[in-house]
Nanobody, 119 residues
Framework: QVQLVESGGGLVQAGGSLRLSCEYSARIYSIRTMGWFRQSPGKQRELVAVIVSGGTTNYADSVKGRFTISRDGAQNKFYLQMNSLKPEDTAIYYC?????????????WGEGTQVTVSS
């Protein structure tokens, strides 16, 4: 059963913007973190941005000042606003929630959405 669904990826020129959305299942409770990761060919999956339950946010150095993570708990969604995109931001972006359905603090992943930034 799919617990997280991403949307908002696509093709954009360098300098442009995209907004990714992640809708998570209302079955997930006691959420510890919501985050965005990305993976490009030949590279390991890396953390892009995370928001913890208290509201603190952290970002990869490569996206600080350009990307913003936010959440809307009422709609079970969180977002990644990406501005000033660069070709090196090209990757598959995955949303992640650490929370509980049955097993405490389990990792839930979306299926990924492609972001391509052309130069």
């Amino acid at each position: 059963q799919v617990q997280l669904v991403e949307s908002g990826g696509g093709l954009v020129q360098a300098g442009g913007s995209l907004r990714l959305s992640c809708e998570y299942s209302a079955r997930i409770y006691s959420i510890r973190t919501m985050g965005w990761f990305r993976q490009s060919p030949g590279k390991q999956r890396e953390l892009v941005a995370v928001i913890v339950s208290g509201g603190t946010t952290n970002y990869a150095d490569s996206v600080k000042g350009r990307f913003t993570i936010s959440r809307d708990g009422a709609q079970n969604k969180f977002y990644l606003q990406m501005n000033s995109l660069k070709p090196e931001d090209t990757a598959i972006y995955y949303c992640n929630v650490v929370g509980t359905i049955v097993i405490p603090n389990e990792n839930y992943w979306g299926e990924g959405t492609q972001v391509t930034v052309s130069s």
